[in-house]
């Protein structure tokens, strides 16, 4: 899909998007939500994080539109934006699997 060189914008945005993968505890984050949509307190107990610590990552992940939420009376849940974010993390396994 990618031919011939990229604008300085789409080249700044794939950039940025890659660096959100550059984080473990993101990643992990990535992962629980892979399996199923989750509130902030499941993310916390599966990961053994403080909910201070997620919370600031659930919010970079969804500014980068990585994670989407919904929310449901006082609960809020998250999950992967789309496919794609899926396709990305298998992608990323199977490459790293292969060295």
């Known amino acids: 899909m990618v031919s011939g060189m ?4 789409m080249l ?3 950039s940025e998007l890659y660096k959100m993968f550059g984080d473990k505890t993101r990643i992990r984050i990535l992962c629980v ?3 199923k949509e989750s509130c902030v307190s ?4 599966k990961l053994d994080m403080t ?3 997620i919370s600031h ?3 970079t992940l969804k500014a980068s539109k990585l994670i989407k939420s919904r929310r449901e009376g006082k609960t ?3 999950s992967l934006d789309d496919e ?6 298998n992608m990323g396994v199977e490459h790293i699997m292969e060295m």
């Open 6 to 9: 990229l604008s300085e914008e």
């Open 12 to 14: 700044t945005k794939l």
């Open 33 to 35: 939500l892979l399996q």
């Open 42 to 45: 499941e993310i916390c107990s």
């Open 51 to 53: 909910q201070s610590a």
């Open 57 to 59: 990552q659930l919010s």
């Open 76 to 78: 809020i849940y998250y």
């Open 84 to 89: 794609h974010v899926e396709m990305i993390l």
